[in-house]
């Protein structure tokens, strides 16, 4: 069965730094694209980053030139690097494995239970 754990979440003040981790098993890791979304109350989840096993990368506009995304396929995780946060970055983040087509990201059914970043001003 699928299963993705995303860790690494946390309390960090504005201006500080995180990274996320997502354990993916019950995929053939390499043979998907994988993706980290977040979600605040009252907001659309949205796509963050994206990373193929190929290694082409796709970021949000919100994020450019603060957060880096990589993967381990030995590890079959994939990372999220957050620096220079800010309060707007305060959601729950997921990660996802799907596929590029067309360059966009398509999402799979399976998401991980998400962990909590919380930047405070």
């Known amino acids: 069965q699928v299963q993705l754990v995303e860790s690494g979440g946390g309390l960090v003040q504005a201006g500080g730094s995180l990274r996320l981790s997502c354990a993916a098993s019950g995929i053939v890791f390499s043979s998907n694209a994988m993706a980290w979304y977040r979600q605040s109350p009252g907001n659309q989840r949205e796509l963050v980053a994206s990373?193929?096993?190929?290694?082409?990368?796709n970021y949000a506009d919100s994020v450019k030139g603060r957060f880096t995304v990589s993967r381990d396929n030995a590890k079959n995780t994939v990372y999220l690097q957050m620096n220079s946060l800010e309060p707007e970055d305060t959601a729950v983040y997921y990660c996802n494995a799907g596929l590029l087509r067309n360059r966009i990201f398509v999402p799979g059914k399976y998401w991980g239970q998400g962990t909590q970043v919380t930047v405070s001003s």
């Open positions: 990373i193929t096993s190929g290694g082409t990368i």
